[in-house]
C-alpha cells in the first residue's frame, strides 16, 4: 500500500473511526454511509463490512467495518504515523494488546474512553 494511500485512510479514520474493546479485545471500527471507502479497508485490513443502519425516510443507509485483536492492531500500525486528532487512541489501542489481562489492560481501556470524550491535535 502505498504512502498516499495510507494517508488517505488514515485521514478518514481520524474523522471517522473508532478505537475501543470488546469483549477484552483490541476492536477498530468505521461507521459510513460511503461504502467503498470501508470496502479499501476490508481488502487491505481484512475483517468484515455489515449494516448499521438499514436507513428510512429521515435517515441514510450506513454500514459498519470492523476488526478484532491482531488485525485491529495490523490497523493502527500502518496508520498511527498519520493520525492527528486519534494519534493518541491508535498508541494506546498499538500497545493494549501486549498487556496482560487485568488492571492495566482496565486502565487503558479507561484512558480510552476517557481520550473518546477529549479532542486532541499534534
Known sequence: MTEKELAY???FFDGEG????AGGSLC???TNTY???LERYQA???GAIDVHNTGDEKT???WVWRVYGAKAQTVLEAI?????EKG?????????????KGSARTRVQEALGLLKRTTHHR
Not at 80 to 84: I, N, R, S
Not at 88 to 100: K, N, S, V
Open 44 to 46: 487491505a485490513f481484512g
Open 60 to 62: 441514510r443507509l450506513s
Open 18 to 21: 473508532s478505537i475501543g474493546t
Open 88 to 100: 493518541p487512541q491508535a498508541y494506546l489501542g498499538i500497545h493494549f494488546r501486549e498487556l496482560p
Open 35 to 37: 461504502k467503498p471507502t
Open 80 to 84: 498511527e504515523p498519520f493520525l492527528v
Open 28 to 30: 477498530v471500527r468505521i
Open 9 to 11: 485512510l488514515a485521514g
